[in-house]
């Protein structure tokens, strides 16, 4: 009884985990500095924080998130690997977004 327990404990875990779990915010802060933060604040009075927060903000879910991450990634062709995808959620998420 006490292993079947321990198993569907086991089991359950990824589901309830946070959203970028396995993502490291610290190198997605360094890389959303290197690659987004300029381009975002241009369009934001210099302030590349305002492009995640303001009112109207198209990223609604932990998911939204990383499509938008991958769709940026794609499209304007930084060639960025999904570990680094992952970073980037985490230090967003985070950061900003707080989904659960
Ligand atoms: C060349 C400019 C440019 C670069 C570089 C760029 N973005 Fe963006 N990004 C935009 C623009 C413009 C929007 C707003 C699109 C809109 O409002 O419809 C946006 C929107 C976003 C949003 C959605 C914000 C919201 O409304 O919730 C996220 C998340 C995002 N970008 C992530 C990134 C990440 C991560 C990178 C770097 C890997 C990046 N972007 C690089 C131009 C850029």
Redesign the pocket.
Known sequence: MKRLAVLLALIGTPALAAPFAHGNAAAGKA??KE??A???AG?FDGDSGK??T?A????KSADG?AQ??GG??SM?G?N?FPEDEAN?GAF?NQTY?KFK
Request: proline fraction near 0%; aromatic fraction near 8%.
């Open positions: 890389l959303e690659k987004c300029a381009c975002h369009r492009i995640y303001r109207d903000r198209r990223v998130l938008q991450i940026c990634n304007l930084l960025l980037l967003l977004y």
